[in-house]
């Protein structure tokens, strides 16, 4: 009787995080799009960069400059999408824009030639474009798309000893 309940207990004990790990798997394929540009971290800290071309349930297909790379769900740890230049210089540019505008009518007043109203808005836009850029290409600002929880893990090891039959399970989380 103490057999088949240890035994019992074992075996569900050994199923909780294969269940964990489906539900998980189905996230990461609902998160992940095909053709997004994404970097995965699997659980071996090795991190892949390309693009996504396909996203199941069992795996992630990534398109990199090597080739192309099937990583397992069960194995990601991680998925960030990169931050592009984009957002950086369209901030530089508007705000090189509104100071631009402010800058030339304070400076030049209303009998400035538009030569150098328009001299002075594009050069403060091209300048604060150029400082928004760098600024934004400075600051890593990938977004965190999945990330995994630790794992339940369980382990059983066997105790073999004279007169002494049993077995150890270990369960950590």
């Known amino acids: 009787m103490k057999l088949s309940i ?7 004990l050994l199923s909780v995080p294969a269940a964990a790990a489906a539900g998980q798997a189905e996230r990461i394929a609902d998160i992940v799009q095909a053709g997004q540009q994404v970097l995965i971290v ?25 080739g192309t790379e099937d ?5 990601i740890v991680r998925i960030e999408k990169p ?25 030049h007043g209303e009998g400035a030639q538009s030569g150098q109203v328009a001299a002075a808005i594009v050069s403060n836009a091209l300048a604060c474009t150029l400082l928004g850029t760098g600024i934004d290409a400075v600051f890593n600002n990938r977004r965190t798309l999945y990330e995994r929880g630790r794992r339940l893990q369980t382990r059983v090891a066997p105790v073999v000893r004279s007169g002494v039959r049993a077995a150890v399970v270990a369960v950590t989380w």
């Open 71 to 75: 990583v397992a769900t069960d194995r």
């Open 83 to 107: 931050d592009g230049l984009k957002n950086g210089t369209l901030i530089g540019l508007g705000v090189g824009l509104g100071l631009g505008v402010v800058g030339a009518t304070l400076v």
């Open 42 to 66: 699997d659980d071996q800290g090795r991190g892949l960069e390309g693009r996504v071309e396909l996203a199941s349930a069992a795996v992630v297909r990534v398109s990199t400059r090597a």
């Open 6 to 12: 240890s035994a019992a207990l074992t075996l569900a």
